[in-house]
């Protein structure tokens, strides 16, 4: 670490709280600052002293491409040209919902917002709105944005209580979110039976991958599609993650049950910040200017954010999702394998867990709710993190937190990738 990037990061944290404006941005727990970078290109990403990092944290997901890719900058910098917010209605948006309805057989119109926490707002709003209930069921380990109701942490009494896991979020709104273990499949028929009535909506990520990468049994999805329905509930897919990752329809195209509603973000502005509420025509009519749900926005649909959307998801095929998943397969046997020999075996405690594009290295196999992470999980990653950073490869700075393969990680990045392990193919 040199003293350009301490002296970056002691100047951030006089200006802004704890030095960023994310918190895992932060480096918390590692044995340097954060890294500041002011460029990117493919699969690699270069701090401010032009040293190129592979790149695994794409934004958090949202560059399926990679940095930079030529017909998203193409239709960005035309975008450019035109105007970059209006504040009014705009053709952009058509098109990129004309788009996206003509693949999503489980949708029948969107609305756009800002991000996949403003989407996930509104989808609770929405979900309370068109059934006239309050609670929502949501469980533990799955990430639903900073949503006031979202921010809540299992209780220590019976299933179903929850607790504020943020300062700031008032006890009568953990009151009203009713929490879970995924795969309590009994633990969920008792709250219906506990607040018959009550429930609005169960919220899931259907691939849990913002604390670690828990994949659910299509059995469990399942299971809550038929008890939402036969109580008269809503069904949320929180696929801001998942969603166009690991298929264009994401896993409600991969399991093929259909939500009621789904909220959408990242890949869906190709990088720039957008989110959109998704479900059939009857619940999304709920919504203001003609139902009595409000929902607005001064920056909703900004017309860069359309066309980089529209631009990535064109180069989507199904040959795109094919080679990006045998990409994955490459990349993390080859860390997999570096892993058990590092430094007399230094990382060998570790099991690489992927699921189409995504990752995650934890010390465990079939990790699939919170109670099966190892609970020295941090102490083990950091210095992983840590090694892998002075060689070049960049992953997101948190142990709870996936890896993100781009297409721009082609076979010339992995052959880079096992140089920098000194690994030869």
């Given at each position: 670490?040199s003293?350009?990037q301490?002296?970056?990061?002691?100047?951030?944290?006089?200006?802004?709280?704890?030095?960023v404006?994310?918190?895992?941005?932060?480096?918390?727990g590692?044995h340097?600052?954060p890294?500041?970078?002011?460029?990117?290109?493919?699969?690699?990403?270069y701090?401010?002293e032009?040293?190129?990092?592979?790149?695994?944290c794409?934004s958090?997901?949202p560059?399926?491409?990679?940095?930079?890719?030529?017909?998203?900058?193409?239709?960005?910098?035309?975008?450019?040209?035109?105007?970059w917010?209006y504040?009014?209605?705009?053709?952009?948006?058509?098109?990129?919902?004309?788009?996206?309805?003509?693949k999503?057989?489980h949708?029948?119109?969107l609305r756009?917002?800002n991000?996949?926490?403003?989407?996930?707002?509104t989808?609770?709003?929405l979900a309370r709105?068109?059934?006239?209930?309050n609670k929502?069921?949501k469980f533990?380990g799955?990430y639903?944005?900073h949503v006031?109701?979202?921010?809540?942490?299992?209780?220590?009494?019976?299933?179903g209580e929850a607790?504020?896991?943020?300062?700031?979020?008032?006890e009568?709104?953990?009151?009203d979110t009713l929490?879970?273990?995924?795969?309590d499949?009994?633990g969920?028929k008792?709250?219906?039976i506990?607040h018959k009535?009550?429930i609005?909506a169960?919220?899931?990520?259907?691939?849990p991958?913002?604390?670690g990468l828990?994949?659910?049994?299509k059995e469990?999805l399942q299971?809550?599609r038929?008890?939402?329905t036969?109580?008269k509930?809503l069904?949320?897919f929180?696929?801001?993650?998942s969603?166009?990752r690991?298929?264009?329809?994401g896993m409600a195209e991969v399991t093929?049950i259909?939500?009621?509603i789904v909220?959408?973000g990242k890949i869906?502005?190709?990088g720039l910040p957008v989110?959109?509420i998704g479900a059939?025509?009857?619940?999304m009519?709920?919504?203001a200017?003609i139902?009595?749900?409000?929902?607005?926005?001064?920056?909703s649909?900004?017309p860069?954010?359309m066309v980089?959307?529209?631009s990535t998801?064109?180069?989507m095929?199904p040959?795109?999702?094919k080679?990006?998943?045998?990409?994955?397969k490459?990349?993390?046997?080859l860390?997999?394998?570096?892993m058990k020999t590092?430094?007399?075996?230094?990382f060998?405690m570790?099991?690489?867990?992927?699921?189409?594009?995504?990752f995650?290295?934890v010390p465990?196999?079939?990790?699939?709710?919170?109670a099966?992470i190892?609970?020295n999980l941090?102490?083990?990653?950091n210095?992983l993190?840590e090694v892998?950073?002075?060689?070049?490869?960049?992953l997101a700075?948190n142990?709870?937190?996936?890896g993100?393969?781009s297409l721009?990680?082609?076979?010339?990045?992995?052959?880079?990738?096992?140089?920098?392990?000194?690994i030869?193919?």
């Amino acid at each position: 670490m040199s003293n350009i990037q301490s002296d970056l990061f002691s100047k951030s944290k006089t200006l802004v709280p704890g030095g960023v404006h994310s918190p895992v941005r932060s480096f918390k727990g590692l044995h340097t600052t954060p890294r500041f970078f002011k460029r990117a290109e493919g699969a690699y990403i270069y701090d401010v002293e032009d040293k190129k990092y592979v790149d695994f944290c794409m934004s958090f997901g949202p560059l399926i491409l990679g940095h930079r890719h030529p017909k998203v900058e193409k239709a960005l910098h035309e975008g450019l040209e035109r105007g970059w917010s209006y504040g009014a209605c705009e053709p952009y948006s058509l098109e990129l919902a004309e788009f996206l309805l003509s693949k999503l057989p489980h949708v029948e119109q969107l609305r756009f917002v800002n991000s996949g926490t403003e989407a996930v707002m509104t989808a609770l709003r929405l979900a309370r709105g068109v059934t006239g209930r309050n609670k929502i069921i949501k469980f533990n380990g799955c990430y639903h944005g900073h949503v006031d109701s979202m921010l809540i942490k299992a209780g220590s009494g019976l299933a179903g209580e929850a607790e504020a896991s943020s300062a700031g979020v008032p006890e009568g709104v953990a009151h009203d979110t009713l929490i879970l273990e995924l795969g309590d499949t009994e633990g969920l028929k008792q709250c219906f039976i506990d607040h018959k009535d009550q429930i609005a909506a169960i919220i899931i990520e259907p691939l849990p991958a913002n604390n670690g990468l828990m994949v659910q049994p299509k059995e469990f999805l399942q299971f809550l599609r038929d008890i939402t329905t036969a109580n008269k509930a809503l069904l949320i897919f929180d696929e801001v993650i998942s969603g166009f990752r690991v298929a264009f329809g994401g896993m409600a195209e991969v399991t093929g049950i259909k939500p009621d509603i789904v909220t959408l973000g990242k890949i869906i502005g190709g990088g720039l910040p957008v989110g959109a509420i998704g479900a059939s025509k009857f619940i999304m009519e709920h919504l203001a200017p003609i139902g009595k749900v409000y929902q607005a926005g001064t920056l909703s649909a900004n017309p860069l954010a359309m066309v980089g959307g529209l631009s990535t998801l064109k180069e989507m095929t199904p040959e795109s999702y094919k080679k990006i998943e045998e990409q994955t397969k490459k990349i993390t046997t080859l860390l997999a394998n570096w892993m058990k020999t590092y430094n007399n075996g230094q990382f060998n405690m570790f099991q690489i867990t992927t699921y189409s594009s995504l990752f995650w290295i934890v010390p465990k196999e079939n990790v699939t709710k919170i109670a099966d992470i190892p609970a020295n999980l941090t102490e083990n990653f950091n210095k992983l993190f840590e090694v892998l950073l002075d060689r070049g490869i960049y992953l997101a700075p948190n142990a709870y937190e996936v890896g993100f393969v781009s297409l721009a990680h082609d076979d010339t990045v992995v052959a880079d990738i096992a140089k920098r392990l000194d690994i030869k193919l």
